[in-house]
């Protein structure tokens, strides 16, 4: 029945183990996740930022392409043909070309939010269970630092293993 039932002092010294755990990941693992959480973000904001640019380059090009078209209807020579097919041409080659950057950078965006995020996620994981190890070894250390309760520990076993 001792094993349902904690006793007092067991219950006591849990609560203290896991208020200094709490206090220990607060103010050490909590600034550092809250650090890498805005960082990413303004990572995130600079790429967003940097694909908007992209998209206004495009839409500048094609404004310099529809100023470049008035001006060859006006001239409505020989020339006109020829100048219409290399701006069409420069026109189509500029968006495709602007459409495939501004992807790259969305897509290297998102590569790059994914693996921060999974950086981010291990480093927590790998400290907190560096922390968590620490804390029990420190427990166990105290627990077992006196020589009657080591032998209480090794009767009590010793019972167990004979009932099992």
Known sequence: M???TPSIGLLFWML???GILVLILRFFAWPVIT????EREQRINE???AAAQAREEMKNLKSEHEALLVKAKEER???LAEARKMSEKMYD???EKASREAQNLIDEAKKTIHYEKMKAITDIKNEIGKMSIEIAEKIL???LSQKEKQQELVDKC???ININ
């Open 35 to 38: 650090k890498a959480i805005s």
């Open 77 to 79: 020579d020989a020339i």
């Open 2 to 4: 001792e094993l349902i």
């Open 93 to 95: 080659d500029t968006k």
């Open 158 to 160: 010793l019972k167990e």
């Open 47 to 49: 790429q967003l930022h």
């Open 141 to 143: 250390t105290q627990e």
């Open 16 to 18: 203290i183990g896991f």
